[in-house]
């Protein structure tokens, strides 16, 4: 399997401050320093709908319209329960035979919708010399931010920020069956810290529906499916991404490592004692992509069009209980290689002698500074 083509669509950019309220200066500009971020982010300015963000994001994909025979829309947020998202977008964008679902797991949903293309192409004949399209709208709501009655409610504060947080993007990924089998997906998913429930969103519906000539879509009830965190317990998930790490070393000192964006901070913190080919984050420029941080920043540093044989890996840990690792080599023919993954003890002690080996080596290169400048 390799991607194709990768179209985007984001909105005006703005400073993340300008948005805040007066009254929430003060405690946002707190949450900034302390995240990381964001300082610009991604608005929609001129009443452009979802759907047009759709069109757009699908333009340079056009050529490939005949031959697209599945869309999956993997979004955070998702418009409707039934009919599925994607069927709606396929109505749109006129692909007539597609079949279309959606798969979401907040803002891992672009990851999970990797893995279900995979499997398709593995399993179905067909699909063969089909195309899987893979669709992810972020298109916040208005009211996602709401202004607290009582500003000494740490809780409602960091809600209201967080709300602000979101950039409008829409990314339209190309799949296609290949001979690269470099793909591994990793998922640890803790439903105890995380529920994906329905909440009635008024007035939201308008904006996602298709239009055509022959038909007019009318929805009766109109939902929001979201991922809602209580915990992001981002430490219980870091034995599983270090335990990996760890199993796939080298493969990481050469990788471009795409975190979800979300608190740059965590993710400098995390790796601190690691040796990553590079880090890719983007939180501070772009505020949270969603589900579409992994397409945009690939689009972002790479083109439509990946390079052949880049060490890739995708880290989606700070998706409410949602957590996932993903690598892959573009247009790759090698075999693919198997690695065993240490258990949590061991891949804390491992970590552990990593940290005191940093922290003596620091202290040494401190002294020698301050040998040097008493001299």
Request: proline share 4%.
């Amino acid at each position: 399997m390799d991607i194709v083509q990768i179209g985007v669509c984001h909105g005006e950019k703005i400073n993340f401050m300008d948005q805040v309220h007066d009254s929430m200066r003060a405690r946002c500009e707190r949450y900034v320093q302390k995240s990381g971020g964001p300082y610009t982010l991604y608005r929609e300015k001129n009443g452009k709908t979802p759907i047009q963000y759709l069109e757009e994001a699908f333009k340079p994909l056009q050529k490939y319209k005949n031959q697209i025979g599945m869309v999956i829309d993997g979004s955070t947020t998702r418009g409707f329960t039934e009919p599925s998202q994607a069927s709606l977008y396929a109505q749109h964008l006129k692909l007539t035979n597609a079949i279309c679902f959606d798969v979401v797991e907040a803002c891992n949903g672009f990851s999970r919708a990797l893995e279900t293309a995979y499997m398709v192409f593995q399993t179905q004949k067909k699909f063969d010399d089909q195309y899987i399209l893979i669709i992810n709208n972020e298109q916040p709501p208005e009211t996602r931010a709401v202004l607290p009655k009582d500003d000494s409610d740490y809780r409602l504060v960091a809600s209201y920020y967080v709300g602000l947080t979101f950039s409008n993007v829409c990314t339209c990924t190309l799949i296609k069956k290949s001979n690269n089998n470099s793909w591994n997906f990793q998922h640890h998913t803790n439903t105890n810290t995380a529920s994906h429930i329905n909440i009635p969103l008024p007035k939201l519906a308008k904006g996602f529906l298709p239009h055509t000539d022959d038909y007019e879509v009318i929805l009766n009830e109109q939902y929001g499916q979201y991922c809602l965190p209580r915990l992001h317990q981002v430490d219980t998930k870091i034995p599983f991404v270090f335990g990996h790490i760890e199993a796939m070393e080298s493969y990481y000192k050469e990788a471009n490592l795409i975190c979800h964006t979300f608190s740059k901070t965590v993710y400098e913190t995390m790796f601190a004692n690691h040796e990553i080919g590079k880090l890719s984050l983007y939180y501070d420029s772009c505020g949270n992509l969603g589900s579409c941080s992994l397409p945009f920043i690939l689009h972002d540093q790479y083109g439509s069009v990946l390079p052949k044989n880049e060490k890739l890996a995708w880290l989606g840990n700070a998706a409410g209980g949602s957590d996932y690792m993903l690598t892959f080599q573009p247009w790759s023919n090698e075999e693919k290689k198997e690695y065993k993954v240490r258990g949590k003890y061991i891949t804390w002690i491992t970590l552990g002698y990593r940290v005191l080996k940093n922290k003596l080596l620091c202290s040494k290169r401190k002294n020698k500074k301050v040998g040097l400048k008493s001299q």
